[in-house]
C-alpha cells in the first residue's frame, strides 16, 4: 500500500471515530443536563420514586433524605456527570472518568428492571412483556448504556495511546 494512501486512510478513520466519540458525548450531555434538572422539580421527585424506593442501591437515599432529596442527590449527580463528560472533551483521563460515570449510572438503572413492581406487562403473559409506563421507560436506558460503553472505550484508548 502507498504510505500517502495509508496515511489518508488513517486520517479519515480517525475523523469518523471522532465524529462518532462527539455524537455519543454531546448526546449523553444533554440527556444528563435534562435529566438531572427534571430531578429539582416534584413532578420528577415523585416519578422516580417507585424506582428509588425498591432499589436495594438507592432506597437509602429516600430514608436519608426523603423523596425530594433523593431527586435532588440524584440530580447532583447526573449533572456532575454532564460536566464531567463536557470536560472530558478536552480532557483525556476525565473523558475516563465522565464515560465511567455515565456507565455506573445506567447500569444501575437498568437493575430497576428486577426490583420494580409493574416492569412486566401481566396481560400480556408477564416478562419478557414489558409495560409501557415502566418497563418501556427503563429500555432505553440498555442504549444509553451501551453509547456509555463505547465512549468509555474510545476514552480508554485514548489515554493509552497519551502514555505511548
Given at each position: 500500500?502507498?504510505p500517502i494512501t495509508s496515511a489518508a486512510t488513517t486520517t479519515r478513520s480517525n475523523a469518523v471515530v471522532n465524529n462518532h466519540e462527539a455524537l455519543l458525548r454531546w448526546s449523553?450531555?444533554?440527556?444528563?443536563?435534562?435529566?438531572?434538572?427534571?430531578?429539582?422539580?416534584?413532578?420528577?421527585?415523585?416519578?422516580?420514586?417507585?424506582?428509588?424506593?425498591?432499589?436495594?442501591?438507592?432506597?437509602?437515599?429516600?430514608?436519608?433524605?426523603?423523596?425530594?432529596?433523593?431527586?435532588?442527590?440524584?440530580?447532583?449527580?447526573?449533572?456532575?456527570?454532564?460536566?464531567?463528560?463536557?470536560?472530558?472533551?478536552?480532557?483525556?483521563?476525565?473523558?475516563?472518568?465522565?464515560?465511567?460515570?455515565?456507565?455506573?449510572?445506567?447500569?444501575?438503572?437498568?437493575?430497576?428492571?428486577?426490583?420494580?413492581?409493574?416492569?412486566?406487562?401481566?396481560?400480556?403473559?408477564?416478562?419478557?412483556?414489558?409495560?409501557?409506563?415502566?418497563?418501556?421507560?427503563?429500555?432505553?436506558?440498555?442504549?444509553?448504556?451501551?453509547?456509555?460503553?463505547?465512549?468509555?472505550?474510545?476514552?480508554?484508548?485514548?489515554?493509552?495511546?497519551?502514555?505511548?
Amino acid at each position: 500500500m502507498h504510505p500517502i494512501t495509508s496515511a489518508a486512510t488513517t486520517t479519515r478513520s480517525n475523523a469518523v471515530v471522532n465524529n462518532h466519540e462527539a455524537l455519543l458525548r454531546w448526546s449523553l450531555v444533554v440527556v444528563f443536563l435534562w435529566f438531572g434538572g427534571m430531578k429539582f422539580t416534584g413532578y420528577e421527585a415523585q416519578g422516580i420514586a417507585p424506582f428509588i424506593e425498591n432499589s436495594p442501591f438507592m432506597a437509602w437515599l429516600i430514608d436519608a433524605f426523603g423523596v425530594r432529596g433523593a431527586s435532588a442527590v440524584i440530580g447532583v449527580m447526573e449533572l456532575s456527570t454532564a460536566v464531567t463528560l463536557t470536560v472530558g472533551a478536552f480532557h483525556h483521563r476525565v473523558a475516563l472518568l465522565g464515560a465511567a460515570m455515565s456507565c455506573a449510572t445506567y447500569a444501575i438503572t437498568l437493575t430497576f428492571f428486577v426490583t420494580t413492581p409493574g416492569v412486566a406487562e401481566p396481560t400480556a403473559g408477564g416478562f419478557p412483556a414489558i409495560s409501557a409506563p415502566i418497563g418501556q421507560f427503563l429500555l432505553k436506558d440498555l442504549v444509553l448504556l451501551a453509547a456509555s460503553a463505547s465512549l468509555l472505550r474510545m476514552a480508554l484508548a485514548r489515554c493509552q495511546a497519551a502514555r505511548s
